[in-house]
């Protein structure tokens, strides 16, 4: 019995000390793998998302519809981002309209890297842009997207959207946001100015029925300065204005 047990206890004891030799070569590569001890999860996964941020009516003065929406699919590191947003006035003519097609990757825990073409396809002459920026949630949970164009015939543009989603209960959410456009050079036949091009600001409270779908009311307001604002005038549009909207916002 004395052997046996002395087998038993042996065989016992190198178990364990395999078990904690392995523990600590587990915990040694998981700790020089992720320096934050955190392990990384290689998910290859193909994911698709997509966002209808903007789908209204706006009335009051120049009545127009606005739309504005962005889908990506890829991995979580590699993705392939579109966007599009613009104008369609009540006389048919649509104004803005602006498409981008980008590659996403990831540069930190709260922002995206994004380089790729922009195309502007609307009433007026098309445009092409190369297209570079970053987009993510700035400190205080901030949405940012700050995005260069420049065009092969020596243009360049600039671009800044912010919004906040402002919790008054789990459902019912207040939307401040605002976007800016500059432009390098003046471009008459889409009507814009250099500097400073125009302002799109409004104020949105929006009731989630779910939280893929949520009908939404609110103010918008518009402004175009320096040359884009000149443009307008002598094309008989107004340069500024409050507008009430009315639409939906949806996600997938």
Excluded: C
Excluded at 28 to 38: E, H, I, R, Y
Excluded at 99 to 125: C, K, M, N, V
Excluded at 175 to 198: T, V
Aim: without cysteine; negative net charge.
């Amino acid at each position: 019995m004395s052997a046996r047990w002395f087998a038993a206890a042996l065989t016992a004891g190198l178990v364990i000390v395999a078990g904690a030799a392995n523990a600590q070569t587990t915990a040694a590569d998981m700790n020089a793998a992720a320096p934050f001890g955190v392990s990384p999860v290689g998910d290859q996964r193909i994911y698709v998302h997509g966002l209808l941020d903007q789908f209204e009516g706006r009335v009051g003065g120049d009545n127009s519809f606005r739309w504005d929406g962005q889908a990506w699919v890829g991995t979580d590191t590699n993705r392939l981002w579109f966007k599009s947003e613009g104008f369609a006035n009540g006389n048919g003519k649509v104004e803005d309209g602006t498409h981008e097609a980008l590659y996403d990757r990831p540069i930190s825990t709260y922002f995206d890297l994004q380089g790729g073409i922009r195309y502007d396809i609307d009433s007026g002459p098309s445009r092409g842009w190369a297209a570079f920026g970053i987009q993510g949630l700035a400190p205080q949970f901030f949405d940012v997207e700050a995005t260069a164009y420049a065009s092969d015939s020596g243009h360049f543009a600039g671009r800044l959207k912010v919004s906040y989603d402002l919790l008054i209960t789990q459902r019912l959410i207040l939307q401040p946001e605002a976007e800016l456009n500059l432009y390098s050079k003046s471009d008459p036949g889409r009507g814009i100015g250099p500097g400073l091009s125009d302002l799109d600001t409004g104020l949105r409270l929006r009731y989630e029925i779910s939280r893929k779908f949520a009908p939404y009311i609110g103010v918008a307001y518009q402004e175009k300065f320096g040359g884009t604002a000149g443009f307008a005038r002598r094309n008989g549009e107004s340069v500024n204005g409050v507008r009430f909207v009315f639409g939906i916002r949806s996600w997938f």
